[in-house]
């Protein structure tokens, strides 16, 4: 997959900040009250965060795919952004974990950012295409600038942009800065949930960065075959097998967004498939394929919901997933546009209009 293909070139709209512990909760809680909140004079007062805050919580909001900038026909100019679904189904009243306490849900978040289509092209470009052992700074700064040059398709970032995006990257993977102080380094822990997923590290040698390549202990092997499925989903593979070697190896699949090498990724998914009804390893002339049969919505959806093991959601997986929540769930649950946002009123109005003409 090639990166004008996977991803938006969205450079350096986090306002400097990395993804903090309860921001991706805060940003579908602020939408499902108010989609216009973010635009609001009002709304450092109201999220309790400061301006520039405000703006970056609704970007990572958008980057892992939780919010969806609504296409309301009435809001004119004003972005609006609503819940997608899958952010209802993980955080919504009958979400499979409100509070963010289970670790898959951080590799879920992950995934999410890394798929297509992705808004962090600096971040897709440092886990798909960056295969040195060990990087600074600006070793990857020149490897993403070469590799933006390539995309003619774009306009070229400044330099300084891209920079901002290594850092918040380094600051959301990497561990804590050793000169960093206990108080500082605790504090620095707590903002960054990222961290626990250890998929950035430092060489003890050179102090240099690197991925953490392998099995990952606390990747639970029902998110790396969702990833699978819905990245199946997302690359509209037309078939109802896929190449190990593909999810492996291929840019934007779940083995590069997780640093999984293919000997990894086959023996997760073969512990994974034993459990996982409707789904089977096979090898075709010794090259070992993932097969499902039903289609990869359903058993995406099921895999999720079997995981956390409570309440059923459906379609939040691959691109539906990312479509926003309709707005008569909203208003059954008293969320979303509020009787007083103007743009409701619009709506409604227009619609009892068609009403009253049929």
């Not at 296409?71 to 952010?87: D, E, K």
Request: glycine share 6%; charged share 25%.
């Amino acid at each position: 997959m090639r990166l004008v293909d996977a991803a938006s070139p969205v450079f350096a709209r986090h306002e400097t900040f990395h993804p903090r512990y309860g921001w991706f909760r805060k940003a579908y809680e602020a939408a499902a009250e108010d989609p216009s909140i973010f635009s609001r004079e009002e709304a450092p007062v109201e999220i309790g965060v400061g301006k520039n805050m405000v703006r970056s919580i609704r970007f990572w909001g958008l980057a892992a795919k939780l919010l969806n900038e609504d296409a309301h026909p009435s809001a004119g100019r004003t972005r609006q952004v609503v819940p997608a679904r899958f952010a209802y189904a993980l955080f919504g009243p009958s979400g499979w974990d409100p509070y963010m306490e289970d670790r898959g849900t951080l590799w879920l978040l992950h995934w999410r950012m890394m798929s297509p289509p992705c808004r962090l092209p600096v971040w897709w470009l440092a886990f798909n295409d960056l295969n040195t052992g060990e990087f600074c700074e600006d070793d990857l700064l020149s490897m993403v600038l070469i590799a933006l040059e390539v995309a003619a398709e774009w306009k070229d970032p400044s330099s300084n942009s891209v920079r901002k995006d290594i850092s918040a990257l380094l600051r959301t993977y990497g561990p804590v800065p050793a000169n960093a102080s206990a108080r500082a380094g605790i504090d620095d822990i707590l903002d960054c949930p990222m961290r626990e997923l250890r998929l950035i590290t430092r060489s003890p040698i050179s102090d240099n960065f690197r991925f953490t390549s392998g099995a990952k202990p606390s990747l639970p092997a029902e998110i790396v075959v969702f990833a699978s499925l819905d990245f199946v989903m997302r690359a509209k593979i037309d078939a109802n097998t896929v190449a190990v070697s593909r999810l492996s190896n291929e840019s934007g699949g779940p083995g590069r967004a997780f640093r999984l090498s293919e000997t990894d990724m086959l023996a997760t998914l073969e512990s994974a498939a034993e459990d996982i009804p409707h789904l089977s390893l096979s090898a075709s002339v010794g090259a070992p394929f993932l097969s499902w049969s039903i289609p990869p919505q359903e058993l995406a959806d099921e895999i999720l919901n079997g995981y956390y093991s409570n309440h059923r959601h459906v379609g939040i997986s691959g691109l539906v997933g990312d479509l926003p929540i309709d707005d008569d769930l909203l208003d059954e649950l008293g969320l979303g546009r509020s009787p007083s946002d103007k743009f409701r009123q619009l709506h409604e109005l227009t619609k009892a209009e068609k009403d009253a003409a049929a």
